[in-house]
Each structure stands twice: as structure tokens, then as C-alpha cells.
């Protein structure tokens, strides 16, 4: 009878044992398939996230480098802007300047434009003067072109231009600013492509 007990003793234990060790087989199998399954994962995402930061860095330098060519090329632009503009105004400031607060040259400009309101369609014409010429002008105004101007001249004298005139019909429905700024501005309006020409080719 102990050697039956024995043997069933043996038998129920080995039996355990043998299913344990196949159950902790199919565990350790279990675990290592998922645990290569986590890392294939790991791997895969790791290859993602690198992939796409190498895109981003990728993308970055290239939208680094477009703005830096179109931050280049505006600099460039706005230099030869800057160079052109002092070249034009170094040319055309003094001579401007001087041109339009000599008398003389504004009597005779004023009276080019005067005779081709009086030619067209007499009408009284207003003048609006550099207040620095009046005591160059007024007399002038009031004598000479009033003669020139059958239906006569109106004229003022103001501080708000340093030289040349506006002119215009009395009614105020247009004028034409021929001041020292329009001047230059229309002068440098033509040198400009010459200018730019001469500079940059």
C-alpha cells in the first residue's frame, strides 16, 4: 500500500510538474512574443518619430533659407533704393533749390504757364507764392502779369512752400503745383532710370 501511495505520489507530482512546466513554457513564450511585439513597436515608432523630425529639420532649412534670399534680395532693393535716392537728391536738391527762389526764373515759368490760361479761356488766375519772394514778386504780380492776364490775377504768399508756385483758376476748381518739391520729384521721376542704369546696369 506505501508503495502504491508512493507511486501515486509520484505519478500526481510529476503530472503537476510536467503541466507546470508546460504552462510556464506557454507563459515565457506569451511573454517573449509580446515583448518583441513591444519592441518591434518601439522600434517602428522611434524610426517614425526620427523620420519626421528629419522632414521638420528638413523643412525648416528650407523655409530658413527662402527667407534669407528674400530677406537678401529686399536688403539688396532697398540699398540700391537708398543709394539711387541720394545720388538723385545730392543732383537735383541744390540746383532745384536755387533755380526756384531766383525771381527771375519763377517770373518767367509763371508767365509760360499764365499765357496758356489767358490763350484758352480768360480767367482770373491764383497764384500762391514762397512768403521769402514776395518783395520779389508782389510788385510784379500786380504790374507786369496782370497786363499779360486779360481777366487778372490773384496772388498770395505763403510759408508753407520754399519755392516755385501753384497756379490755378480763382474758383479753386483745380490748380498746379509747380513748388521746389514737385519739381524735384518730377525730375528725379526722370533721372531715375538713367540713374539705375548708371549704378546697377
Avoid: C, H
Amino acid at each position: 500500500m506505501p508503495d502504491k501511495l508512493q507511486e501515486l505520489t509520484d505519478r500526481l507530482y510529476n503530472e503537476g510538474l510536467s503541466k507546470g512546466k508546460k504552462e510556464g513554457e506557454l507563459l515565457l513564450a506569451k511573454a517573449k512574443k509580446e515583448a518583441d511585439e513591444i519592441v518591434s513597436k518601439a522600434k517602428s515608432d522611434a524610426e517614425e518619430i526620427i523620420s519626421a523630425a528629419r522632414n521638420n529639420a528638413a523643412e525648416l532649412k528650407k523655409k530658413a533659407e527662402s527667407d534669407i534670399r528674400m530677406a537678401s534680395a529686399q536688403s539688396l532693393q532697398a540699398t540700391r533704393k537708398d543709394i539711387e535716392n541720394l545720388l538723385i537728391n545730392a543732383a537735383v536738391d541744390t540746383k532745384v533749390d536755387k533755380a526756384l527762389k531766383d525771381p527771375d526764373f519763377v517770373k518767367e515759368l509763371i508767365l509760360a504757364v499764365a499765357e496758356k490760361f489767358s490763350a484758352s479761356d480768360p480767367v482770373e488766375i491764383s497764384l500762391l507764392l514762397p512768403a521769402s519772394m514776395k518783395k520779389d514778386l508782389e510788385k510784379w504780380v500786380k504790374g507786369e502779369l496782370s497786363k499779360t492776364l486779360s481777366a487778372g490775377v490773384k496772388a498770395d504768399f505763403s510759408k508753407k512752400i520754399s519755392g516755385g508756385f501753384t497756379i490755378g483758376p480763382s474758383d479753386g476748381s483745380w490748380f498746379v503745383s509747380l513748388s521746389d518739391e514737385t519739381f524735384k520729384e518730377l525730375i528725379a521721376e526722370y533721372l531715375r532710370p538713367v540713374t539705375r542704369k548708371l549704378l546697377f546696369g
